[in-house]
């Protein structure tokens, strides 16, 4: 491992990467970390997607002014830049090898709006960010919340409930479709993890029970008409997942199917990831309503808060897609994020 003198060394001049994407093959997955002694969870998550994807794994770190009244020193913050780029180092050398270095970056200013930025530099960059719920359960966050308002790549959340581990395997993927083409653009990422870990791909579908207006009790007919509905969407759902399923026969992947009954499609999913034993959900911002005024829709944002484990949210701003299944990710390509680098 390089020691943190030789880090400081011009980027030429030393074996860590650019604060760039290395290639075209993969995405730049962006691991934001902070002081805090939890942040580091998100690392090796990070560093097995972006394994898995081919992609170069980062380090980004935002050093924040105390105050906005506060009196600006600039001997004091050159002193905390220092400091800052010395701790993103050292945690780089703690997951880094030598045949996949990790770079690094300081940013200046306010977390959310660096890290947005930074989020925006390519349609294909993966933000990943700890979520807390010491204070506020079921929350993102304020800084992961921003990032998905002001942000256009994707976004890996990591619960800092999560065990602290060096190197992370998944054993199951898990993936909500709701048959829409906007769902189906997290299978081409899933699938790469899943297949790069070895791992079970679980497709999961959740039929709502189908609701009936009405000013009282239902009758008879309205009850069989209700039953009929649900039997009729579980049946195509069935039907729908199979066939998705049949597509990816030579991925290379163990493909499962589960379908899940009544019930608020946001709850039944969540529970479906404990009751699935899954390691990771892999999901699009947008399913089949995929309103534009929205960052996420009501099901990614539910998951992104309540998941007990990490979650991938894969977006791709820009985009409509009326094909299914084997749909392949663009990208606008890279644009280097403003700020100290070394």
């Known amino acids: ?46 560093k097995t997607i972006a394994d898995a994807l081919g992609g170069e794994l980062s380090l980004l770190h935002v050093l924040e002014p105390d105050g906005l009244h506060k009196p600006f020193d600039p001997v004091e913050w050159d002193m905390r830049r220092q400091e800052a780029q010395t701790f993103v180092a050292d945690l780089a050398s703690r997951f ?15 977390s959310a709006e660096q890290i947005g930025e930074c989020s925006n530099a390519a349609a294909g ?17 304020d800084t992961a919340r921003r990032v998905v308002e ?39 990422v899933a699938v790469r993890i899943a297949a790069s870990q070895n791992a079970e791909l679980i497709l999961v579908h959740a039929t709502q029970k189908p609701h009936l207006l009405q000013s009282g009790p239902l009758n008879t007919p309205d009850v069989q008409l209700q039953q009929k509905l649900a039997g009729r969407n579980e049946n195509t759902a069935r039907a729908y997942l199979e066939r998705t399923r049949d597509a990816l026969a030579d991925a290379g992947v163990v493909v499962r199917i589960v379908i899940l009954r009544n019930g608020d499609a946001r709850r039944i999913l969540a529970s479906a990831i ?13 399913g089949q309503s995929g309103y534009a005024d929205v960052a996420a829709g009501d099901v990614s944002s539910f998951l992104l808060s309540h998941a007990g484990i990490p979650v991938l949210m ?18 606008k390509g890279i644009r280097r994020p403003r700020g100290h680098g070394r």
């Open 125 to 141: 960059d993966i933000t990943a960010l700890c979520r807390s719920d010491d204070h506020a359960p079921c929350r993102i966050g």
């Open 274 to 286: 404990a009751l699935q034993s899954a390691d990771l959900v892999v999901l699009s911002s947008h």
């Open 96 to 110: 880094e090898t030598a045949d996949r270095p990790i770079a690094t970056k300081v940013l200046e200013g306010r």
């Open 1 to 46: 491992m390089p020691s943190s003198a030789a880090r400081n060394e011009p980027a030429a001049g030393r074996r860590g990467m650019p604060f760039v994407a290395a290639n075209n093959h993969g995405p730049r997955v962006l691991a934001c970390v902070d002081d805090s002694t939890v942040s580091t969870r998100v690392i090796p998550h990070a």
């Open 314 to 331: 894969i977006r791709q701003p820009g985009t409509t897609r009326s094909n299914h299944v084997n749909s392949s990710t663009e990208s």
């Open 150 to 188: 002001i942000g256009s790549g994707s976004l890996l959340l990591v619960p800092t409930g999560t065990t602290e581990v060096q190197n992370v395997a998944y054993n199951r993927v898990l993936v909500p479709l709701d048959g829409s083409a906007r769902a189906e653009a997290a299978l081409p």
